[in-house]
T-cell receptor
Framework: EAGVAQSPRYKIIEKRQSVAFWCNPI?????LYWYQQILGQGPKLLIQFQNNGVVDDSQLPKDRFSAERLKGVDSTLKIQPAKLEDSAVYLCASSLLGQSHTFGSGTRLTVV | GNSVTQMEGPVTLSEEAFLTINCTYTATGYPSLFWYVQYPGEGLQLLLKATKADDKGSNKGFEATYRKETTSFHLEKGSVQVSDSAVYFC??????????FGQGTELSVKP
């Protein structure tokens, strides 16, 4: 089966600019997650969707980050405006309910 | 809240050496525990998991046992290969499928 697709692979932007990441989960996976992985740290959950509804966004910095999952399939994560500390790898994962995550390759964001 | 602590890296071993990467956790209840591996430039891959106390997860020669008494889930392999060089993450299921990860341990295996 096809894996979790993410794009772009790399993105460099200046601080205060906006950026968007896209994720296409494995077909049939109802649960979708976005994680932020800062260099040298483990991934940290930003938001969890079940179909097109938000299950947990308690760790999402809502003043600058937003995410949506229209039609319960693809998802986009947006940062506006970006800060230097947002430099990280943004990982998307999907799963069947109660099953293990499958991760995409991630988008590496550098904010300069 | 729940948390995961891993031994710090990097860990450097010679090929065929024995590997142990320590992982301890703090959690209410008995969450499922996982080891993920991240090869350079790639996303995380599930290596193994255990869902209840005394369970042993195993895959590709790696093993880890869910120890409730010591709240540990140490990763072991009897004979490492150069191809095992990667970053290894211990994680727990923080209810509802959300994962909490340790900080990762980089393993470098020299021929």
């Amino acid at each position: 089966e096809a894996g979790v697709a993410q794009s772009p692979r790399y993105k460099i932007i200046e601080k205060r600019q906006s950026v968007a990441f896209w994720c296409n989960p494995i077909s049939g996976h109802a649960t979708l997650y976005w994680y932020q992985q800062i260099l040298g740290q483990g991934p940290k959950l930003l938001i969890q969707f079940q179909n097109n509804g938000v299950v947990d966004d308690s760790q999402l910095p809502k003043d600058r980050f937003s995410a949506e999952r229209l039609k319960g399939v693809d998802s986009t994560l947006k940062i506006q405006p970006a800060k230097l500390e947002d430099s990280a790898v943004y990982l998307c994962a999907s799963s069947l309910l109660g099953q293990s995550h499958t991760f995409g390759s991630g988008t590496r964001l550098t904010v300069v | 809240g729940n948390s995961v602590t891993q031994m710090e890296g990097p860990v450097t071993l010679s090929e065929e050496a024995f590997l142990t990467i320590n992982c301890t956790y703090t959690a209410t209840g008995y969450p499922s525990l996982f080891w993920y591996v991240q090869y350079p430039g790639e996303g995380l891959q599930l290596l193994l998991k255990a869902t209840k106390a005394d369970d042993k997860g195993s895959n590709k020669g790696f093993e880890a046992t869910y120890r409730k008494e010591t709240t540990s889930f140490h990763l072991e392999k009897g004979s490492v290969q150069v191809s095992d060089s990667a970053v290894y993450f211990c994680a727990l299921d923080n209810q509802g499928g959300k994962l909490i990860f340790g900080q990762g341990t980089e393993l470098s295996v020299k021929p």
